[in-house]
Each structure stands twice: as structure tokens, then as C-alpha cells.
């Protein structure tokens, strides 16, 4: 099965950087996702690791440790517009289709 | 690329009656469709896989004769929720999954999200 765990909620401060864990618990790996999802929206796709460290796009980098089963969303230079959930999430093979199982979400408030 | 659509976006309904909803890959081909369904406060959760020419795979718990799935065509498939009642208000939200060459081939494990449809069953 997959067991995804991260934060329910966290704040920070326009400008500054934040960092957004995960654990997770597999059967079997095959990457994790990170979404960022508007309240009343989709979500939509921010990263995507299958190895271990850090990648980096933008004002976002995500981080793996496979050997850890954690991993991190790090948003920099955070912008009031970038307050919204951000889940964690793992594809999985099921039923001979690949399926994502989504963690409950970190909702976050960035605040002036 | 890789964009997902959904009709219709909101729907309000009368308990009882039934509500189809619309998911299509605009621009690419979707042999598997996935729909989901999102409680406020809550992640999404995978009710069933659609895949193109074959009957919908349900997760458990989901009454595959409630929602009915049809995947038509490689670039539609159809949730139907049959006799709604308040308790299926919820979040409704396809997403599709791109076996294409051409997209980038990391990218091609990722699921492509539709807008969603809010259902609300008065």
C-alpha cells in the first residue's frame, strides 16, 4: 500500500523561503510528485523525482531521499499568490495501470 | 500541451436526478483517464480508472453502478453520477494519463489534471 504523510497547515511571511516536508511508505517506488492546488481548483504539476537530491526550477526546488522515503517542496522569494495546498504524491502500479495516491495536502498561508 | 477539459465546470441538481460529466484531452491521446473526487478539506481520492475500449476499473468502496464510467474515445471519457443525492456533492476531477513519445518522457508519468466539476445536490 502507500502511506503518505506531510503537514496539515503551515504560515510564512511574503519573501521568505519555506519548506514543505513528506514521508512516505511504498510498495515499490516509482517517483513523487508534488501539486500545487488553488482552493476551488485542479491541481497542478510542480515536480517530479525519481532520484535522490535536489531539483531545482524556478522559485520552487523539490528534494528526494529514497532511502529516507521523504522529501521536500522548498518555495523561495514566496509570493502572496503562491498561498494554496501543496500535496505530495506517489504514482503507483495498480490493476496494470500507474495510479498516484495523494497525501491530505499542506495548506499554505503566506502572509504580508 | 498535454491540456484536459471538463464540462461542465459547476452543476447544481435536484436529488435524484443524475449529472454527466465531460473529460477530454485536448491535444494529446489518453488511453487511461483516472477520475477522482475531492470532500472539502480533504485530498483526492481515486475512485476509478478509465481506459479506452474496455469496462472502468473501481477502487474499493465505489459503487460502480452510482458512477458510471464510459471511456468513448481516446480523448473522452464520461463520469455519470446516477441518482445524486447530497452526499455525492463533492469535487469531481479527471486527469488523464499521456502514453505520447512526443511529450517529454519524464513527463509522461505524470497525470494531466482537467479543471474539475463542482457538484452540488440539493
Known amino acids: 500500500g502507500q502511506n503518505i504523510d506531510q503537514p496539515t497547515e503551515m504560515t510564512a511571511t511574503e519573501g521568505a523561503i519555506v519548506q514543505i516536508n513528506c514521508t512516505y511508505q511504498?510498495?515499490?517506488?516509482?517517483?513523487l510528485f508534488w501539486y500545487q492546488q488553488h482552493a476551488g481548483e485542479a491541481p497542478t504539476f510542480l515536480s517530479y523525482?525519481?532520484?535522490?537530491g535536489l531539483e531545482e526550477k524556478g522559485r520552487f526546488s523539490s528534494f528526494l531521499s529514497r532511502s529516507k522515503g521523504y522529501s521536500y517542496l522548498l518555495l523561495k522569494e514566496l509570493q502572496m499568490k503562491d498561498s494554496a495546498s501543496y500535496l505530495c504524491?506517489?504514482?503507483?502500479?495498480?490493476?496494470?495501470?500507474?495510479?498516484?495516491?495523494f497525501g491530505t495536502g499542506t495548506k499554505l498561508q503566506v502572509i504580508p | 500541451g498535454a491540456v484536459v477539459s471538463q464540462h461542465p465546470s459547476r452543476v447544481i441538481c435536484k436529488s435524484g436526478t443524475s449529472v454527466k460529466i465531460e473529460c477530454r484531452s485536448l491535444?494529446?491521446?489518453?488511453?487511461?483517464m483516472f477520475w477522482y473526487r475531492q470532500f472539502p478539506k480533504q485530498s483526492l481520492m481515486l475512485m476509478a480508472t478509465?481506459?479506452?475500449?474496455?469496462?472502468?476499473?473501481?477502487e474499493q468502496g465505489v459503487e460502480k453502478d452510482k458512477f458510471l464510467i464510459n471511456h468513448a474515445s481516446l480523448t473522452l471519457s464520461t463520469l455519470t453520477v446516477t441518482s445524486a443525492h447530497p452526499e455525492d456533492s463533492s469535487f469531481y476531477i479527471c486527469?488523464?494519463?499521456?502514453?505520447?513519445?512526443?511529450?517529454?518522457?519524464?513527463?509522461?508519468?505524470?497525470?494531466?489534471f482537467g479543471p474539475g466539476t463542482r457538484l452540488t445536490v440539493l
Open positions: 504524491a506517489a504514482p503507483y502500479l495498480g490493476g496494470g495501470y500507474q495510479k498516484v495516491t
Open positions: 491535444d494529446f491521446q489518453a488511453t487511461t
Open positions: 486527469s488523464a494519463h499521456s502514453a505520447d513519445p512526443s511529450v517529454e518522457r519524464r513527463m509522461t508519468d505524470t497525470q494531466y
Open positions: 523525482n525519481v532520484l535522490d
Open positions: 511504498t510498495s515499490g517506488f516509482n517517483g
Open positions: 478509465s481506459n479506452e475500449g474496455s469496462k472502468a476499473t473501481y
